[in-house]
């Protein structure tokens, strides 16, 4: 489409890359925490952007996981824990260390190594 303002023309673009209200993510920072042996057992995330629902959210993509536990009502206000889910049999958490953190804790229940741990952190990676 032309636009005449004064003498010039100026070409306008009516047509948008993508749908006209698309939202492209950012990948997640995540902040590995490894055992003695240097493999990852656990990983932190920003909680700018994820809320605890989010994070259940992402878990429930997670091939082969069931969210056992959701966040409570007010969960900020009253648990540290929010989510408790399983993977392939395994059970995982994830918390807000001390309540007014800028990270998610995410890993096994109780802390260790387990296999399932890198496909947990690679769905929050990844998104």
């Known amino acids: 489409m032309l636009v005449r303002t ?3 023309h100026r070409a306008i673009n009516s047509r948008r890359a993508g749908p006209p209200h698309s939202k492209t993510l950012a990948a997640m920072k995540v902040y590995d925490i490894r055992d003695p042996q ?6 932190e995330i920003e909680n700018l952007g994820v809320g605890r ?6 878990v ?4 082969g996981a069931k969210v056992t536990r959701r966040p409570k009502f007010l969960s900020w206000f009253r648990e ?9 049999g395994e059970s995982f958490a994830a ?15 109780p802390p260790r190594w387990v296999a399932q741990a890198e496909k947990v952190r690679d769905a929050f990676a990844n998104i």
Do not use: L, M
């Open 53 to 58: 629902r989010g994070v259940c959210r992402i």
């Open 6 to 8: 004064g003498h010039q």
């Open 80 to 88: 540290a824990e929010f989510c408790e889910f399983t993977v392939d």
């Open 95 to 109: 918390e807000e260390p001390w309540g007014d953190n800028s990270r998610y804790w995410i890993g096994p229940k």
């Open 38 to 43: 240097d493999r990852i057992f656990a990983f």
């Open 60 to 63: 429930e993509r997670i091939p």
